[in-house]
């Protein structure tokens, strides 16, 4: 399934078609990607640190922290380039970059990106910071319209049929 979900993504990619996230669609995509990345780090966790390993992460996660800091004030999200298409393709979605979607979830990812530093930091003290759940994915609407319907999974050759059995039985009748 994720296979056919790339799949997917780079046929569109290839036919330069690239989807529009909604603002609650880049905050979800951003949540998602959140939750792997304080899975993974709850994991080497479980695994069992050294304090020389507890030390590095002390580190990096202060740098993370206040570099993050910086972009989002900045709102420059360009660091985050591979994440970004990282949890675009695992949801089958291709944005281009710089269009008005690319920015939207650049900004909610660099919310993530903080909230990933914080969480770090407080775990490094010792604190307990929950992973959360991955998002539930984007629900898609549940009618269409006739159009969308006769274009979109191209039904029109069987609405043609209908028509046209429609008129012989209409003039079969006599009407």
């Known amino acids: 399934m994720e296979f056919d979900r790339e799949l997917e993504a780079i046929r569109r990619r290839l036919d330069g078609r690239t989807d529009d996230l909604t603002p609650a669609e880049a905050e979800r995509l951003a949540d998602l990607w959140l939750s792997w990345a304080l899975e993974e780090d709850e994991e080497k966790r479980r695994e069992g640190l050294s304090s020389r390993d507890l030390a590095r992460k002390i580190e990096a996660a202060e740098i993370i922290n206040e570099g993050g800091g910086d972009a989002l004030a900045r709102g420059d999200s360009h660091l985050l380039a591979f994440e970004m298409e990282e949890v675009l393709r695992s949801q089958g979605l291709s944005v281009q970059p ?10 909610a ?57 429609r008129g012989w039985w209409w003039n079969a009748s006599g009407r």
Request: aromatic share 8%; no cysteine.
């Open 98 to 107: 710089g269009s008005e979607a690319w920015k939207r979830l650049g900004f």
């Open 109 to 165: 990812m660099l919310k993530a990106h903080k909230r990933w530093a914080k969480a770090l930091v407080e775990r490094n003290a010792g604190e307990v910071v929950d992973t959360p759940a991955p998002p539930k994915a984007a629900s898609s609407p549940s009618s269409s319209t006739v159009e969308e319907l006769i274009t979109g999974i191209g039904i029109a050759p069987f609405l043609w049929f209908l028509l046209t059995l």
